[in-house]
């Protein structure tokens, strides 16, 4: 089958399932799930052969709308960065799939939520595949659509309701950032069309600016759940603990770092630096938030969010070493350079791979997370479960396989993927190195807290303590999750299909490399020998127990953007849209509306005073008429 | 001579008359025309002031076309006798018409366009 039709297939799946669910499927839920995972499983084959099929960069594009010169296309991009991205999710997409065969088996709306999941999948792969910043933006709302469908799930609960609307009410914030960059590109190249962006580029003609990437990068900060806009992720836990690996640990969050590798061409150096900021000072402030969390699923999101931070500067941090050919040279101005085909760069490269094994690893916590969360009737708070590694040894397992992986330990790919990225920091800029070491610390600080204190000691619960473990719908996925965060760090395992986008990864070769691996490794040991010695198993928090300041400062830090969000809609904007609300019943409904009414109706009210019945005061109306007339034609007013 | 005659030969009256003379008659009945539409409370009243104002123009038109030397005023007069002729039978049918509904032909007794 011809690549274009593959690609329109990965689509059409999806879409299609969703399609039928909605319209006829939405009270039978298990004909609604079979229909689901069917079509997960039709898309990871169809997608399994899209990208080892070999072909790439085909042309396939049809014209979608045109208004004026600005012609939107609907065409796919497939390069070995979208084959990588394409596969994180067509995979992890499915093992998420049926993983929530079992995690939804008893929910009433189960309709619902896999046409949610067929919804997110399409948008997803559309994503991927976008052509244009264009196709992109409209995908990129829809993966918001569905992240605000599947969020707000359980809708009977007023907090998930509401974390349902600030998911998306906090990135539209950042998508009108977004959009504007799209203009702003639209407007100074001319074109939103990627590959022509690259070819451009290539050329010497592409004109740059700091407001391009940096526009567009606000689309990422959103999505990415990026400082200043991180708040609403941690909330967004409240939907099922399936749709919290699939859609907000290990693809849509993804979905802004997989866009920034897309505009990577866009980039000029000041903006990088903004962006390599941007996620270290994230990386570390998530990292010291889920220090002090009490959810299970809060923990892992602000492990979300600080590895999204690693990703962010890796990409800011890696892309400084190219030098644009003239980065300010005027349009059209360049030398007649072949246009190469575009190379990615290393920190493209080293945020990739940090995403696909964060996919895995952080899919397989979440999904971890989410078999003891079953096991346990729904308990999320750390401190009621223990005891869990006896009772659930698979999930036990797995899980530690997954804690092993995010702290970097040696073997485990998160070793690996982060190695890279502060092998690039400790090149380019010590301080973010220093920052991200001291995330690496306290991410295993927090990581093997969780473990330790979910998984061991006595059960202190009556939930945790009647614990069994899952089923093999659920035990299953956990096992190839596991399987990939292991295999996915080490080189050789990476197909040649990727090769053009991993083949990239910065590696430190002789005395550096053994430098990293100490560091890496005296990190991760530091974090995790801390963690043992400080938590065990117990009812309660000793940093709340012991350094209740600490603790209590820590929370505030959690909870500090929140409040300052709260105070500016509640102090500031509630009080200006009540402003603006009384100029408008004053001016325009008042004066304006309510007054241009009222003289007309009183202009009225005095023509009626002339209309009196009688013939012959007509009459005398057209004489006066007739004077005025006359005295007009006359030239007298 | 009799006293009408009397008055003639004592006024001081121009040998020839000229187009003023007749435009100042035709004045003089559009404006007599006139006011008869504007005081006078019998719709047939009204209707004979309303002729007369037509006929005041029709000798201003014949005035004209005499002093131009030229027809189109004699056409016009011809065309305004034609239609005046056309109004005053619909014209009276209206009023014999009304008169059979309402008993009366006193405008101020007509007033139902507000009542």
């Given amino acids: 089958m011809p690549p274009a039709q593959l690609a329109a297939l990965v689509l059409l799946i999806p879409l299609a399932s969703a399609a039928v669910i909605a319209l006829f499927l939405r009270r039978r839920g298990a004909a609604a799930a079979a229909i689901s ?82 919804v997110f999948m399409f948008s997803m792969c559309g994503i991927v595949l976008a052509d244009n910043l264009f196709m992109l933006f409209v995908f990129w709302e829809l993966v918001g659509f569905s992240s605000y469908l599947l969020i707000g799930h359980w809708y009977e ?96 969050v993804a979905a802004g770092i997989y866009m920034l590798c897309r505009i990577q061409v866009l980039m000029v150096p000041d903006a990088l630096t903004a962006i390599m900021w941007v996620g270290t000072i994230t990386a570390l402030y998530s990292a010291v938030c889920a220090i002090v969390q009490t959810d299970i699923k809060k923990v892992l999101a602000y492990s979300t969010l600080s590895q999204l931070g690693y990703m962010v500067a890796a990409f800011g941090l890696g892309s400084l070493m190219i030098a644009h050919p003239s980065p300010f040279r005027a349009p059209g101005g360049g030398m007649a350079v072949e246009p190469a085909a575009v190379t990615f760069q290393t920190g493209t490269a080293a945020a990739m791979f940090h995403l696909l094994t964060h996919a895995f690893f952080k899919a397989l916590l979440f999904l971890g997370a989410g078999s003891v969360i079953h096991a346990c009737h729904h308990e999320q708070d750390i401190f009621k479960l223990g005891g869990l590694a006896r009772k659930m040894p698979v999930t036990f397992w797995t899980f530690t396989v ?165 105070y500016y809609v509640d102090k500031v904007q509630q009080r200006l849209a009540l402003l603006l609300g009384w100029i408008e019943d004053v001016f325009l409904a008042g004066w304006l509306i309510r007054g241009g009414a009222g003289a007309v109706g009183f202009i009225g009210m005095g023509a009626r005073a002339l209309h009196v019945g009688r013939l012959q005061v007509y009459a005398y109306w057209f004489l006066l008429g007739v004077a005025l007339l006359w005295g007009f034609a006359a030239g007298r007013f | ?79 305004i006798i034609t239609v005046a002729a056309a109004e005053v039978a619909v014209g009276l049918a209206i009023i014999v018409a009304l008169f059979r509904l309402r008993h009366t032909v006193q405008v101020e007794e007509l007033a139902t366009l507000k009542s």
């Fill in chain 1, 157 to 252: 609960r007023p907090s998930a309701s509401d974390a349902a609307k600030k998911a998306f009410i906090v990135n539209r914030v950042g998508d009108f950032g977004f959009l504007l960059g799209i203009i702003a590109c639209y407007w100074l190249n001319g074109t939103v069309n990627l590959t022509e962006l690259a070819a451009r580029q290539a050329a010497g003609g592409l004109v740059f600016s700091r407001a391009i990437p940096l526009l567009l990068f606000c689309g990422a900060v959103g999505k990415s759940a990026q400082m200043p806009l991180q708040v609403w992720l941690p909330d967004a836990m409240e939907g099922p603990t399936p749709v919290s690996a699939l859609i907000h640990a290990a693809t849509m």
């Fill in chain 1, 402 to 566: 997954g804690v092993f992986a995010i702290i970097g330990m040696p073997f485990f790919a998160g070793f690996y993927s982060k190695d890279a990225i502060l092998y690039l920091a400790l090149e380019k800029n010590p301080l973010v190195f220093a920052v991200l070491v001291a995330t690496a610390i306290l991410t295993a600080l927090y990581m093997i807290r969780l473990w330790r204190i979910a998984f061991f000691g006595e059960a202190r619960s009556d939930a945790a303590a009647h614990a069994h473990e899952t089923g093999p719908v659920m035990t299953v996925p956990l096992l190839a999750l596991a399987t990939g965060s292991v295999v996915a760090g080490y080189g050789w395992t990476h197909p040649a299909a990727f090769q053009g986008v991993l083949g990239q990864v910065p590696e430190p070769e002789g005395a550096s490399h053994w430098t990293m691996v100490a560091i890496g490794s005296g990190a991760m040991l530091i974090g995790l020998l801390t963690a043992l010695a400080y938590y065990r198993p117990a009812g309660m928090d000793p940093l709340q127990a012991r350094v209740p300041v600490v603790f209590g400062g820590l929370r505030f830090a959690q909870t500090f953007f929140d409040r300052i969000y709260g």
């Fill in chain 2, 1 to 79: 001579m009799s006293a009408p005659a009397l008055i003639l030969a004592a006024l001081p009256l121009p040998a020839t008359s000229g187009l003023d003379h007749y435009l100042v008659v035709s004045a003089l009945l559009f404006a007599i025309g006139f006011l008869g539409v504007l005081v006078r409370r019998n719709t047939l009243v009204i209707y004979m002031s309303l002729e007369l104002m037509l006929n005041a123009s029709t000798l201003a038109a014949v005035a004209f076309s005499r002093f131009n030397g030229t027809m189109e005023g004699n056409v016009f007069v011809f065309f």
């Fill in chain 1, 37 to 118: 995972v069917a079509a997960a499983a039709g898309l990871a084959a169809v997608s399994l052969a899209l990208i080892f099929g070999g072909q790439r960069n085909f042309p396939a594009a049809v014209e979608w709308l045109r208004l004026g010169t600005f012609a939107v296309s609907f065409g796919v991009k497939f390069d070995d960065l979208a084959a990588l991205m394409l596969f994180v999710v067509s995979i992890v997409g499915f093992l998420i799939h049926v993983f929530s065969l079992g995690y939804m088996r008893d929910d009433p709306a189960r309709g619902r939520y896999f046409a949610g999941l067929s």
